[in-house]
């Protein structure tokens, strides 16, 4: 089991940047997080230890010292080391400004990961101190934001980049890139090959072989995740979550997360506000 501590955070509208949750994790070996979506930034930072992580079929082999950013919407998979698991720390964060924060301190969907040597006790501690400040007030809402901008002013300023990282295929990339646009809508093998000039069954077979798992899969798996997502950070009712992750009636999403997580869409969000996290399941926890 992740030894892991984490909370969710109100979002406030009216900041260019708010935190929307944080958290530490001590993972044992093999631990797997993914395939998931979320709708927000979300930084991590490897305390100790080793792991891989993968996004949109490009996989980055990490280590202590170095870290990542997963963008909103993208799928990403993360898995601990057998040997030397990792142990890592997170900020989750959304808001209008959020994009201009992320390219100051150098980030690109093509870029998402960093090196800070020496070793960074400071980014630790930012988390730490946002994890200090979990109520729902403006007071500690300020703090938060505080330390988010001091954890993006160490990467600005001591950040490195470049990692071991796996060649992406620029055909799958589009396809990818069409799945997020158009999740709301009917999605089909043929119209994504279509969609970058391929053959459907050379398309299905390239997909396979460069994320991991057939074109279906990969759709499904991205509208489960995401609507997860819409259950924990929004208040939207089950049926237009429904409508925005592709599903085009409400019975259907309710019959396909009950399979995947256990739970009808409704019985999470009321067990996550119970609880005030992420439940534990199939895609893994939130971080």
Known sequence: ??????????????????????????????????PAVRGYYVVHYIVAGRGTFQVDGVTYHLHAGQGFLIQPHARSFYIADEQDPWQYVWLGFSGPHADQLVAAAGFTPQEPTYQVTPVAAELSECVQGVLAHPRDTMADSLWRTGQLYQFFGRLAATAQR????????PYINSAVTYIRQHIDEHLTV??????????????????????GVPPVRYIHDFRLTLACHYLEASDLPIQRIAG?????????????FKRQ?????????????????PLENPAGKLG
Do not use: W
């Open 1 to 34: 089991m992740e030894k892991a501590h984490s909370i969710l955070l109100t979002a406030y509208a009216d900041q260019p940047v708010s935190l929307t949750c944080a958290g530490t994790s001590q993972t044992c070996p093999g631990h797997r997080y993914g």
């Open 162 to 169: 470049g990692t071991t990282a796996s060649i992406g295929n």
């Open 190 to 211: 043929t119209q994504l090959a279509a969609s970058v000039g391929l053959n459907r069954s050379y398309f299905s077979d390239l997909f396979r072989t460069t994320i």
């Open 244 to 256: 925005r992750c592709g599903y085009q009636r409400t019975e259907v999403l309710n019959h396909q």
């Open 261 to 277: 997580y256990g739970l009808a869409p409704r019985d999470y969000r009321q067990q996550l506000h119970l609880t005030n996290r």
